[in-house]
């Protein structure tokens, strides 16, 4: 269970890179109107809502990077704000704009990644020694 759970802490480190990225691209797109590697806004998106949505996710990656290395004791609890306002985000673009024929389950699936994560954050002796909550 306890190289479970290293592995599982690191892949949480490699998503936070990925959203980082996947952030910053969406903002260079977003402002400067040009794709760089594949289109990332969603045409149906209101401007507002596109900007809030390319926020939250470079906000998720930044600060779970920053809170894991530098071993910040109150990173569970910002990233558990942070997904509340990525899951509300979610909410309205699933509920208001999307088109997608499986955007239910996508809303579904994202929820309980959120839940999941932050139960780990939580409860795993891991993340407790790495933020140092113990």
């Known amino acids: ?9 690191y892949l949480l480190v490699a998503g936070a890179v990925g959203m980082s990225l996947w952030g910053i691209l969406g903002f260079a797109e977003y402002f400067s109107g040009n794709t760089f590697i594949v289109p990332l806004q969603n045409p149906t998106f209101p401007k507002g809502t596109q900007f809030i949505h ?8 930044i600060v779970y990077l920053a ?5 910040w004791k109150i990173t569970p609890n910002l990233m558990i704000t942070i997904y509340a306002c990525m899951a509300t985000m979610c909410f309205i673009q699933t509920f208001d704009f999307m088109v997608r024929p499986d955007r239910y389950v996508s809303f579904v699936i994202e929820c309980i990644n ?8 939580f409860k ?10 113990n």
């Open 1 to 9: 269970m306890k190289t479970l759970s290293i592995i599982f802490s």
């Open 54 to 61: 390319w926020f939250l996710i470079t906000l998720s990656g």
């Open 67 to 71: 809170g894991y290395f530098r071993r």
């Open 114 to 121: 959120y839940i999941l994560i932050s139960t780990y954050l």
């Open 124 to 133: 795993s002796e891991r993340m407790k020694n790495v933020f140092q909550r």
